[in-house]
């Protein structure tokens, strides 16, 4: 009987302490306080859930203002430092909600840009209270020490080629979505940019370009007369060219680099009759001085056929090749 007194006045102080922690925390002591700071942004954002237009907006706007005061407020009032640093962690929470606020948006709250100035942000939050002697009631300005200085430079200073870091990532990032065919060249001997395949990667829309422009070729050269053939392999590159234009245009059209690649035929006699080499060229930045560019071969010879009324006549057969080469240097003149 006793032992079970002791569980229940045991649980019983407890649920007691956790109550009181919990009121602690919820109930400001007074009036002036970092909750009442938080409790004024919840309800603006309550308001502005019901509010429209202009209205909204400038609900929305001082209810961000309270959540950064409150937050501030609670986070230095007993300050955890980042290792290695006189910056409280709560200057970094801060710096955060800033950023977001002011480079944040509705579509997206948290940008590019937000990420790139959280560490200067939070830098200089950390920086300000340097300047500033006296409490809440009597502040002013003031010159930190010489020490003082020192410290405050080197953070500020690290936190800005952090947030020049965090940009170039985005900046590498941006360039390689619009221009993938940078990493199959230009960046294989890059110190920022980390190869996770030791093998050369053929661009990706070069092969694009030519799987594509392939069977429309085969279309116009297959089992046509062969005096038809020849003609249209002496405008091969008016031919070619536009094809190329059109399915550069219609299928990287998403892309920046769609500028960046141009097609062109190069037509060479054999015994048997012709090779047709269709050629995707890349004539954007590489790492070779000459460039490179993608090559696709097709093999067209005369062969005999029958006509619907029974004559003999010639006509070509084409075969391509199934694999794409991607060969270093200038494109061979045109003949």
Do not use: H
């Not at 930045?285 to 009324?309: D, F, M, Q």
Request: with cysteine; aromatic share 12%.
């Amino acid at each position: 009987m006793n032992t079970l007194l002791k569980d229940v006045f045991g649980l019983f102080k407890f649920t007691e302490g956790l109550y009181a922690g919990i009121r602690k925390i919820l109930i400001p002591p007074k009036a002036y306080s970092w909750q009442t700071f938080v409790y004024l942004s919840v309800f603006s954002l309550i308001l502005s859930f019901f509010a429209t237009g202009y209205i909204k907006d400038i609900i929305a706007f001082f209810g961000w203002l309270f959540l950064i005061a409150g937050t501030a407020w609670y986070t230095t009032e007993d300050p955890l430092r980042v290792p290695g640093t006189f910056m409280p962690v709560g200057a970094v929470i801060t710096g955060f909600l800033v950023s977001v606020f002011a480079f944040g948006n509705q579509e997206d709250v948290v940008t590019p840009r937000t990420i790139v100035f959280w560490p200067t942000i939070s830098a200089l939050i950390t920086a300000i209270p340097e300047f500033i002697e006296g409490n809440d009631t009597d502040a002013k300005a003031r010159i930190p020490k010489p020490e003082d200085r020192q410290r405050i430079i080197v953070l500020v200073a690290s936190s800005m080629l952090l947030s020049c870091w965090i940009q170039f990532y985005f900046v590498m990032n941006n360039w390689l979505r619009q221009y993938p065919s940078l990493q199959a060249d230009t960046f294989q001997r890059s110190a920022f940019v980390v190869r996770t395949e030791e093998r050369v990667k053929i661009p990706r829309n070069g092969v694009i370009i030519l799987d594509k422009i392939q069977p429309i070729v085969v279309e116009q050269i297959a089992e046509r007369p062969w005096s038809e053939v020849e003609k249209w392999l002496l405008d091969a590159k008016q031919r070619v060219g536009t094809l190329g234009r059109e399915i550069i245009q219609k299928n990287l059209s998403q892309y920046e680099e769609k500028e960046l690649w141009r097609v062109e035929p190069r037509v060479a006699n054999t015994k048997s009759g012709y090779i047709l080499d269709l050629l995707s060229i890349w004539i954007g930045p590489s790492s070779n001085p000459r460039g490179y560019y993608l090559k696709k071969s097709c093999r067209i010879e005369p062969v005999a056929a029958t006509n619907g009324s029974g004559n003999k006549i010639t006509v070509a057969e084409i075969e391509c090749d199934r694999i794409t080469k991607l060969i270093a240097g200038a494109p061979p003149p045109q003949q």
